[in-house]
């Protein structure tokens, strides 16, 4: 190629670059140009939309973006392009080139042209196409203020619509709900960042989220009672339904139901009825939806899986204390040992370990050696300690059956042994008293060694031996005893 031939190349890239900023900023003033009232009110800056930089330079720079700057002009036609060219809903296109996707410059086109409160409302209500939804929310999530997000986001947050937002899975498709939901907890979106929350801001929203869900568990257990679903569809029903504003937190009051609500203003079925009740404390009504009431007379201050809990088994009930338990000395060995192996790449770092002088190397591992083998002595001995404590009590709180039979049987053997040796304690003590103990003893020690004395004082009494006829009986009634008893 010749460099008049790069010139011009060189020339028609900055000509199309020039174009393409022109485009982007016509649109831009197209927008700040726009009559404010009725607006969603934009926090973000209104040139780049809190967007990632690079990836907003894409699309800015994008043929597709500039063809839809030049023929989209109007909320309407941005809705049917929408409607007929986008297909999934991450930032990037298909490739390693980093190519926008169609969804994206559409955002993009949506956030400088301004939406109304009433045109985000027929969004996030389409029914021709999910994507119209999603492209709302991301406007919302990218430039409206974080203060009102879940009042915008709260409606849908268990919305059951099937939507495919990543385009290289086959089965990457989710519901509305779950779409929302994600926007409102992470920052992450598919290669690229969304705005970050304010602290204050994420606590709520985490607050709300966990409310939320108790209400659509609840929802869930009405749907499946068809009593209960006939109870609430009988006008003038009394029931329980939550209600809070800006001063008052939300709780439970009496209500009674006035009307059953199956479509909105456009004719559009819900996928769940809502309900129009007057609470008979204040007289006002509102419209709530069947997570937000209750049968009259259920105690809300204990949850669902108090319940449950406190009605399983006891051993169902403190399992999860015993798996915490196991895994605590699990993760206690693993830590052991993984601060052994620290305390050996600490040394290695700070050259205990040099290989250019042997002794030492060797002097500072078996210091360190010793130190880890006494660490492992007093682990070993601990654990030793700790299951003998539970052999123990494990053997003195559980006896077999068989223990329990082997008690019982040698019971009688015991007994008659026991009177035995009192039957042989009797023999010798009277053999003691009345046997003639002059050959025995001397005249002047016969007193002491009977055990009294003359003045009728106590004294030691010295071992009396048994004869033998007396050894061979006791001997004899132990083998009758034995062959009777085992």
Not at 208 to 222: D, P, Q, V, Y
Not at 351 to 361: E, H, I, L, T, V
């Amino acid at each position: 190629m010749s460099r008049a031939a790069l010139w011009r190349q060189e020339g028609n890239v900055k000509e199309r670059e020039r174009k393409a900023n022109e485009t982007f900023e016509n649109a831009l003033d197209e927008g700040r140009s726009r009559s404010q009232k009725g607006l969603i009110p934009m926090i973000s800056d209104d040139k780049t939309f809190n967007l990632n930089p690079m990836l907003l330079h894409n699309i800015s720079k994008s043929p597709y973006f500039q063809k839809a700057c030049d023929k989209l002009k109007d909320w309407t036609s941005l809705v049917d392009e929408i409607y007929y060219e986008m297909k999934h809903a991450e930032p990037w296109g298909q490739g390693a080139a980093k190519t926008p996707s169609t969804a994206f410059c559409l955002l993009l086109r949506t956030l400088c042209l301004r939406v109304t409160e009433k045109q985000m409302k027929s969004m996030l209500d389409h029914v021709d196409s999910p994507y119209i939804r999603v492209i709302g929310f991301l406007y919302l999530r990218y430039a409206a203020d974080p203060t009102i997000l879940f009042e915008w986001f709260q409606p849908y947050l268990y919305d059951e619509e099937v939507v495919r937002i990543e385009v290289n899975v086959k089965k990457g498709e989710t519901t509305i709900g779950k779409f929302v939901r994600g926007l409102l907890t992470s920052q992450e979106y598919y290669g690229t960042r969304l705005p970050r929350l304010p602290a204050v801001v994420e606590r709520e929203i985490t607050t709300k989220l966990g409310e939320a869900a108790k209400i659509e568990e609840r929802a869930l257990e009405h749907l499946k009672d068809s009593k209960m679903m006939e109870y609430f569809q009988r006008l003038g029903s009394k029931v329980q339904a939550l209600y809070g504003d800006e001063s008052n937190p939300v709780t439970w009051y009496d209500a009674v139901i006035d009307r059953v609500l199956l479509k909105d203003d456009n004719g559009v079925k819900f996928y769940r009825p809502k309900f129009v009740v007057t609470f008979t404390e204040y007289g006002n009504t509102e419209t709530v939806t069947i997570g937000e009431m209750d049968m009259p007379g259920v105690d809300h201050t204990v949850s669902s899986s108090d319940v449950k809990r406190e009605s399983a088994p006891y051993h169902d009930r403190h399992r999860g204390d015993r798996d915490r338990d196991r895994s605590y000395d699990r993760g206690r060995e693993t830590r052991h040992h993984d601060d052994r192996d620290r305390d050996h790449r600490r040394d290695y770092n700070r050259g205990s370990y040099r290989y250019d002088d042997r002794n030492s190397r060797d002097r500072s591992f078996s210091q360190n050696s010793r130190s880890n083998d006494e660490r492992d002595r007093r682990f070993q001995q601990n654990d030793r300690d700790h299951r003998q404590r539970d052999r123990s009590r494990s053997r003195d709180r559980d006896l077999s059956e068989r223990d329990r039979s082997d008690i019982a049987r040698r019971e009688p053997f015991n007994a008659a042994l026991e009177s035995l040796k009192s039957a042989t304690a009797s023999v010798s003590s009277d053999n003691v008293s009345g046997r003639d103990n002059a050959d025995r003893y001397s005249d002047g020690s016969r007193n002491a060694q009977i055990g009294r004395c003359a003045n009728g004082a106590d004294v030691r009494k010295h071992p009396v031996k048994k004869s033998r006829e007396e050894l061979a009986a006791i001997a004899e009634k132990k083998r009758k005893l034995m062959s009777k008893y085992g």
